[in-house]
């Protein structure tokens, strides 16, 4: 058959799609080389990562924060490993990761409470990244785990793990020293105490927890491990330990601090208390009343239990020691008699008259003791803390700069600034100036104003850590120290003294101003003044009583008179130190509502004093007994008398035996 034109047209058109396909193939494979190559060797590193990641899975070891123990290296903090269960979003099969029915199986297996759980789950769903495990139980018990193990097919999200988890082995006591720990959060990352940590880290949340949290916190380590397509583990890979947090030791001596925190809670008081070693700061025990226990936080803080301790009226998470301001009451005199002596608008000889009231700018005040207590001096004044000759004082000052006077010295004695301890949440007391009550008023200051302030009434108000620096400053002449509960830190290689504040001088305060005032204070235990109670045999011991009232004596008559169920009963203080010449410890004893000083503070005071002196000498500690009927409580074990100290007067009756009731002396002239 002969090719027509129109046959080779064709076979043209044949030969020259085959070309067009052998291009296209050619191409198809020049591309797919590129292909290959490009994934295989330009991008080998990330799909190499991609790859590992869908094989390996790294599962964080968190490190154990940091064991604190008190002065004598007794534990006062630490860890103990539990059983963790959480839920593992990235391993849901669900498209949007919802893991709620796994919950509802959760609850059901471990006992939890349905909704609650899930409405926890529902917000850290919305917060938190899918790698972060949702820790669901802490401290999970063994029936807990055994019922999380046996349906691991039907939960592959739920993970059980072994962590270190806080452990305060006393419970509530020190709670507001130690604070507490739980996890971070997100509002909390910006901060630079929290440096480093990220959602779901373990910080401190209060107290050393918080002021030392950066030492306390370890280097958390890790394990790679291979899983398979569902995220099961299936061998270890490599492992990196984690590292301990510093360890810290404190200042703190427990067994005062048991001592402290028993007196408080025999006699129900709520309040607070900080003892000091006048010469260099190092706090001795300190408590706030009522407590928490931090172990609750530890293990995670369910709702209803966070609503309830914020409900509380007495509000235990309120630190009273640093954030609890209050008048002073007649701890406050001190201060005005160190003012008027150092002022020279007195002599230590000074003397007023007291028949139990006071009339200055037409308006009377009242002592506390009706029938007066005669003609004093000061030193007489401060023992037996009469309120007449510390209202003549206060008037007298309105010729000399009256509030402003008092205000200069409060402030140079300590009480209108924060005292620097190491614990977060300090507030600064306040005293009042015409300055002040022109700035938050707009009003002027009045003469009259000034004489309530001159028994630690009125505008005035302290904190109770205030109040146990300046009574340290008495003690040493005039020397403020720095607050500090640690002592030392231990980072791995041993104990590190941490260094304190040096000790400063308040201002030049002569002996012909400190010395009356330490007589009043000396005469006030040792005398016939109000706070006979706080003696200790063989020891010295100088102090004030104090008793604030919280509101108005015609405010308290109708509160009481409304059964509105408001406590109106005044509150107690006690300031000391011992002893006279060589000072060694310093405090304040405060208790809210417990109405006169030297019978609510005083017995707590000398309850810490006789236990300090019994270590010290090496004697058993001292223990309490609570009578039935509500009495005050005894003290079993106090310094014998035969231990007498050398320089007592001889006008001076001691009284002390193995067993001594704390209650107010039969020898005290008046309460306050």
Known sequence: MIPTSQGFADRRALQRRIVVIRIAAVACCALLAVGFWVLQVVEHERF??????????????????????????????ENTYSFTISVLRDLSTNADHNVDQTVRTLAAATGLDEQRTLEDVDIRHKRDPLYRPITIIEHASMAQVSAVMARQLEMPEVVVEQEPSRTYPAGGMAAHLFGYV????????????????????????????????QLLTGVDGKRDVSVNSRGREIEAMDEEDPTDGARLQLTIDSDLQRALEEAFKANGFAGASAFIDPRNGEVL???????????????????????ELNADPMKPLQDRLLQGKYPPGSTFKTVMAIAALSEGLITPDFKVYCPGKITIYDHEYHCDKKEGHGTLDLREAIAQSCDVYFYKLASMMNAHGGIDMIHDYAEKLGLTDRTGIDLPGELAGLVASTEWKQRTTGQKWYAGETISVGIGQGPVSVTPIELARMISAIATGGTFITPHVVKAVDKGSGWTALAAAPPRPVFPIGPEVIEPVRDGLWAAVNGDGTAFAARVAGHDVLGKTGTAQVMSIENAKAAAASKSGLNVRDNSWFMCYSSRENPEIAGVVFAEHGGFGAEAAVPIARYVLETYYAKKEGRPLPTLTKPADGGPFTINGAAKASQAIQREPPSVAREASVTTSVGVGPHATGKR
């Open 48 to 77: 190499l990562a991609i790859a590992e990641e869908q094989h390996l899975k790294t599962i964080p070891l968190r490190a154990p924060r940091g064991v604190i123990f008190d002065r004598n290296n007794k534990v006062l903090v």
């Open 182 to 213: 739980s996890e971070i959060q997100e509002t909390q990352l910006d901060r630079p105490e929290f440096a480093g940590a990220v959602l779901g880290s373990v910080v401190g949340q209060a107290g050393i927890e918080r002021s030392y949290n």
């Open 285 to 307: 025990a300190l408590t706030s009343q009522p407590e928490y226990d931090p172990n609750d936080f530890a293990g995670g803080l369910n709702r209803g239990k966070w609503n």
